[in-house]
């Protein structure tokens, strides 16, 4: 049991207020987050995952009831993000079979193809990732994002690039996942926030 | 900025009180055991090969230097007699300079291709570190198995004392490699890279510089390992301070 509580958070970039006062407190379900741009939805993600520290508040991730350690955060979030990019002189197979080694799992080569395939990318799994498309190589930062089984998903823009097959799959994990853990999701595209259970409005 | 928050929490679906057999969702997967971390460091490693391999990407910019320096220096110095103190200061900048302009790729590359954060996410430090490390260290090694012939070659070199020469180069390199990771790992995310790797290495790297130098020194010109006992003992010294500094600032560097 996995529970998500942003304290307080705070966040500049120099003298510019980004985010300030951001409360929320989850075990389950999916909170979508959306404002205009600049209003710091990335930002707030990024700080959720442990990639960047607030200015001020805390996040605290609790895991059976017990705060989790720092390093124990990157075993709970799994992130898809804009501007996280996976290994373009690698296949997608070979990315994901180094992020599973460097997390200490045995996944097998089988168990990662079929992922992928999961995603729409069966027969490409070889080809390195410098050859995808935008949609396609979005596809497999989902694929990494869900390698672990984090129970905390961490989706921005989500959809970016994704055609309709892909948007469709990109749905049915999140409606999978909403299940048996918390989905953090932000985005402005109206289909996308129906999805959220609750609805965090960032603004100007 | 006021933030308008709507939790709902009767929309909530329950979560359900059994996991799904398979799935165990919140077992840390931080590594236990020094092998365990040793193995995750491995993966970093091979990655880093593979990459390299296909991209040349560090590999080209070392090699091009260090060919460029040795054939200016042996132009410039070849056919002239030269003291043992000069010949081994000049085989130490070529590596120096030529390390300091390949070794910091290994965190560079990371940061310009946006896959830091990835690597952030799934790594424990430790293992990006040691990956991280040792790649540098082969990269090292590989770049003086064809500087060292080249050089002693080039420079009509005569080395008394060979035990001396590749135990002062071995435990030089590194010292070079650790250091090198280190501060590669915090000009990374810099913009004047380039400028502030060197900049910043080098005062860290003097002591190390000046101990090879010396080693190298008696190297050539006595056949007893002896002679270069104390540079031999400082550049170890050296290695392991700058080692055991790295693992605890490492974390922080590479976080914040």
Redesign the interface.
């Known amino acids: 049991?996995?529970s998500l509580e942003l304290r307080d958070i705070s966040k500049s970039f120099g003298s510019r207020?980004?985010?300030?006062?951001?409360?929320?407190?989850?075990?389950?379900?999916c909170?979508a987050v959306t404002g205009p741009n600049g209003s710091g939805k990335s930002t707030l993600l990024r700080i959720i995952?442990?990639?960047l520290?607030p200015t001020g508040g805390q996040v605290v991730l609790r895991?059976?009831g017990r705060p989790a350690p720092p390093?124990?955060r990157?075993?709970?979030?799994?992130?898809v993000?804009p501007?996280?990019?996976?290994?373009?002189?690698?296949s997608a197979i070979?990315n994901l079979r180094?992020?599973a080694?460097?997390?200490?799992?045995r996944t097998a080569d089988a168990e990662l193809a079929a992922s992928l395939e999961k995603l729409g990318l069966a027969g490409r799994e070889n080809d390195r990732l410098g050859s995808y498309s935008s949609g396609m190589r979005q596809r497999v930062k989902c694929a990494?994002a869900l390698l672990?089984?984090?129970?905390v998903l961490l989706l921005d823009e989500p959809s970016a690039n994704l055609d309709e097959t892909g948007a469709a799959a990109l749905d049915s994990l999140v409606a999978e996942h909403?299940?048996?853990?918390i989905v953090v999701l932000a985005s402005n595209h109206p289909a996308e926030l129906r999805s959220g259970?609750?609805?965090?409005?960032?603004?100007? | 900025?006021?933030?308008?928050?709507?939790?709902?929490p009767g929309?909530?679906?329950?979560?359900?009180d059994v996991?799904?057999p398979g799935?165990?969702?919140?077992?840390?997967?931080?590594?236990r055991s020094t092998v365990?971390m040793l193995?995750?460091a491995a993966?970093?490693f091979?990655?880093d090969i593979?990459?390299e391999f296909?991209?040349r990407y560090a590999v080209n910019a070392i090699a091009l230097f260090a060919v460029t320096t040795l054939v200016a220096v042996g132009f410039a110095v070849g056919g002239v007699g030269i003291s043992q103190p000069v010949q081994a200061s000049l085989l130490w900048i070529v590596i120096y300079f030529s390390a300091m302009s390949g070794l910091s790729r290994v965190f560079v590359r990371e940061e310009e291709?946006?896959?830091a954060?990835?690597?952030?996410?799934?790594?424990?430090p430790g293992?990006v570190l040691g990956g991280k490390l040792l790649f540098n260290l082969v990269l090292l090694v590989s770049l003086e198995v064809v500087i060292v012939p080249l050089f002693v070659g080039m420079m009509h070199l005569e080395v008394s004392g060979w035990p001396l020469m590749l135990a002062t180069l071995a435990a030089g390199s590194a010292g070079l490699a650790v250091t090198a990771t280190v501060v590669a790992a915090i000009v990374s995310k810099a913009n004047a890279k380039g400028a502030l790797f060197a900049v910043l290495s080098f005062p860290i790297l003097l002591p190390l510089l000046v101990g090879a130098i010396h080693g190298t020194q008696a190297a050539l010109s006595s056949a007893r390992f002896a002679a270069g006992m104390q540079d031999f003992k400082l550049l170890v010294s050296y290695t392991g301070v700058m080692f055991i500094v790295s693992l605890f600032v490492f974390r922080f560097i590479w976080?914040?």
Not at chain 1, 17 to 29: A, H
Not at chain 1, 74 to 79: E, F, S, T
Not at chain 1, 84 to 90: T, V
Not at chain 2, 11 to 16: C, E, L, T, Y
Request: some cysteine; charged content about 30%; glycine content about 6%.
């Open positions: 049991m996995v207020e980004v985010l300030s006062g951001i409360n929320v407190l989850m075990d389950s379900g909170l995952a442990g990639l520290a895991s059976d390093e124990l990157r075993d709970l979030v799994g992130l993000a501007d996280l990019a996976l290994y373009d002189e690698l070979e180094f992020f080694r460097v997390r200490g799992l990494f672990h089984d984090p129970p909403r299940q048996r853990g259970d609750c609805v965090l409005q960032l603004g100007d | 900025m006021p933030v308008e928050t709507d939790l709902e929309r909530r679906p329950a979560r359900p996991a799904e799935i165990s969702p919140y077992r840390s997967l931080t590594p365990e193995a995750r993966a970093v091979r990655k593979t990459s296909r991209t291709a946006r896959t954060s990835a690597l952030r996410l799934a790594a424990a293992a976080e914040d």
